[in-house]
């Protein structure tokens, strides 16, 4: 039997150990997302930056609009009035403010950046017009549509001294049944199921808050005037502030997308190079179980078919690890299929091919996210919403055009 015997123990072993952690994760959501969280609201200032017209904008804007939190004040950012999203929110902002609970809902107009990110620079332009009255600060993408109490759930675990920041995530809703969109939302299903009780959590900018005062010990104004990267930056500071960054089930949210294979390309390589740069450890955790999900499935099924044809005595072990390894991922996309029918009920209609995909094709879908991880070891310049960075550390960004 020999040394494989041994490497069949471990790889049998581990799968048990990451099917158990999708487990805990499935289960802290679903003992999370339900709960009611209205007993603390701080004033919180909410900031949305935008540029173009995202698909669902007008819905999406909206939804900000109709937050069921009685103490906020409503941001949005834009770098130029003559950007799309600039005149339809000037329209949304007059008809929906005054049936709004926002106490105050402005437009800001912040200029072009020179130094970071066009979002980082948005982001702090209203950063630094915060009153001293505001305690929280929280952060949404203007391609996502959040529920009615999102803000009560990201704010509510900020009472505590040591949780340093919340996140939320994305869940790509497809717009469309074309082979990328699909593919899209299964990838980021696969990232999203990461997320649960762990000091590994990262925040994701598109639905993240923190406190001002753990905003300003940590010197976050400071290390966003030279990077490209909100979230992997806050995340950053605040495990080194020996915080953590608690994940909110209530706030994955939905993202309306529809994709091509040249988009997802360029999507999926960007937002994993800009990971190498900003957190590397995190990008060689993703290409480690990209090659460990690929390799333990694949490698294993040719190595049992090797010795099914030469009638290997230790056939039965050799069949055991590839079987383990369909299994466990295979149940894996079934549980975070399950965890999201209870998270976006109204959108289950459309959910629903994608749900197959992921599920039937999961092993497809490792290969793609392996491809794109590795794409991302290379260069390190990036287009993003018309703008081309390079990325020359977590703290230094050059803007190319």
Same mark, same amino acid.
């Given at each position: ?32 997302? *339900? ?27 909206? !939804? ?9 004040? #409503? ?23 005054? !049936? ?14 020179? !130094? ?50 919340? $996140? ?8 469309? /049944? ?15 199921? +990461?997320?649960?009780? /762990? ?5 994701? %900018? ?8 753990? @905003? ?10 030279? $990077?490209?990267?909100?979230?992997? /930056? +806050?995340?950053?500071?605040?495990? *080194? ?44 955790? %993703? ?38 390894? @369909? ?7 079934? +549980? ?33 996210? #392996?491809? @794109? ?14 703008? !081309? ?13």
């Amino acid at each position: 039997m020999g040394w494989y015997y041994y490497i069949a123990i471990a790889l049998i072993a581990s799968q048990a150990l990451f099917l158990i952690q999708a487990f805990n994760n499935y289960r802290y959501v679903l003992t999370k997302y *339900k709960r009611t969280r209205t007993s603390y609201q701080p004033r919180v200032a909410l900031i949305v930056p935008c540029k173009n017209l995202d698909s669902e904008f007008q819905k999406n804007i909206t !939804s900000f609009f109709n937050q069921g939190y009685d103490n906020y004040l #409503l941001r949005f950012v834009v770098s130029d009035k003559s950007d799309p999203a600039y005149p339809e929110l000037v329209e949304l902002t007059q008809q929906l403010s005054q !049936s709004s609970k926002a106490r105050d809902v402005q437009i800001y107009v912040a200029g072009r950046a020179d !130094s970071c990110s066009q979002k980082v620079h948005n982001l702090l332009y209203c950063c630094q017009k915060v009153l001293d009255d505001v305690e929280v600060l929280a952060f949404a993408d203007s391609d996502v549509c959040v529920p009615k109490d999102w803000l009560n759930h990201i704010v509510y675990p900020l009472r505590h001294a040591k949780r340093g920041a919340t $996140t939320g995530y994305r869940w790509y809703v497809p717009e469309s /049944t074309n082979f990328a969109s699909l593919a899209l939302s299964a990838i980021n299903a696969k990232v999203a199921q +990461l997320l649960g009780n /762990t000091i590994f959590n990262q925040a994701w %900018g598109g639905s993240m808050a923190i406190r001002v005062d753990v @905003f300003r010990k940590i010197g976050l104004d400071n290390i966003w005037q030279c $990077t490209v990267s909100d979230d992997l /930056t +806050l995340s950053s500071a605040v495990k *080194k502030a020996r915080m953590k960054v608690e994940f909110v089930p209530a706030c994955l949210v939905a993202s309306y997308e529809q994709t091509t294979w040249p988009k997802l390309f360029e999507f999926a390589r960007r937002q994993f190079l800009i990971t190498r740069v900003c957190a590397p450890k995190t990008w060689w955790f %993703g290409l480690f179980s990209g090659l460990y999900s690929v390799l333990g499935l694949w490698a294993a099924a040719f190595l049992a078919f090797y010795a099914a044809i030469t009638a290997d005595k230790n056939l039965a072990l050799y069949v055991t690890v590839p079987v383990a390894f @369909f299994a466990g991922q295979m149940i894996g996309a079934i +549980l975070r299929q399950k965890m999201i029918r209870k998270l976006l009920k109204a959108d289950l209609h459309k959910l629903k091919v994608a749900a197959i995909a992921d599920v039937f094709l999961f092993w497809l879908w490792s290969i793609l996210l #392996l491809i @794109f991880v590795v794409s991302s070891a290379f260069g390190r310049t990036i287009c993003w919403r018309g703008i !081309s960075y390079k990325l020359i550390s977590p703290t230094k960004t050059i803007i190319l055009r």
